[in-house]
């Protein structure tokens, strides 16, 4: 890994753990153990950290999806498994996070809007065509009002005027509502499927924590 890799990987973990505004570039070089001056010499400001760390976020995450969308992959476990890999990054996130982006860095935010449209979406409304057409997703839904529901309850999980920390964690929020909205689009034959799912993921639970 070179100097400007590391600089990039430690600044993102910053920026998951405490937010954006909240780290300086005297804190990320005394991450790296680098003179600020010297990350000057790879980026021009901080503004130009966050959006390399978000591109960089942006383009991991692509991978991830693309490999949860195998062919051998019914579209609610892919569902299931595309949110609980959700669950697992923002366990690592801090909720300040998108807040400060949408806020302060226009362009980073920007390139998250750009890559929730023409990816996340199309991603989510492939899944949903995909169930359909296995009769495990009703027929009646709208493909594309459905498809950014699912996004927009993603996000919303990160309001905390809606939310409150102090309410209910974060993991629980999503969790809810990706129960709430799985079980409005699927059929009898869906909910069979997915109640094994769910019985199958249970078993798994308790026999990791034995």
């Not at 959700?86 to 750009?114: F, G, M, S, T, V």
């Not at 905390?160 to 699927?186: E, K």
């Amino acid at each position: 890994m070179d100097l400007k890799e590391r600089i990039l990987t430690e600044a993102e973990a910053l920026f998951w753990k405490y937010g954006i505004r909240s780290i300086t570039m005297d804190d990320i070089a005394r991450q790296v153990n680098i003179s600020k001056k010297t990350i000057y010499q790879h980026f021009i400001d901080k503004e130009d950290i966050v959006y390399q760390v978000i591109s960089n976020y942006t383009d991991r995450d692509k991978i991830i999806v693309d490999y949860n969308k195998k062919p051998t992959i019914d579209p609610i476990k892919e569902l299931l498994t595309m949110s609980e890999t959700l669950r697992d990054q923002l366990a690592k996130i801090n909720p300040a996070l998108l807040i400060d982006l949408q806020r302060h860095y226009p362009r980073a935010w920007q390139l998250c809007q750009e890559y929730k449209e023409k990816y996340v979406l199309e991603a989510i409304r492939q899944n949903l065509k995909q169930g359909v057409f296995q009769n495990v997703y009703r027929s009646e839904i709208d493909i594309d009002i459905m498809a950014r529901l699912r996004m927009e309850l993603v996000q919303l999980a990160f309001n905390d005027q809606v939310f409150p920390l102090s309410y209910s964690s974060m993991f629980n929020v999503q969790a809810q509502l990706l129960q709430h909205f799985i079980r409005g689009i699927l059929t009898e034959k869906g909910f069979s499927i997915y109640n094994q799912l769910l019985i199958q993921y249970a078993n798994e639970s308790t026999s990791i924590s034995k």
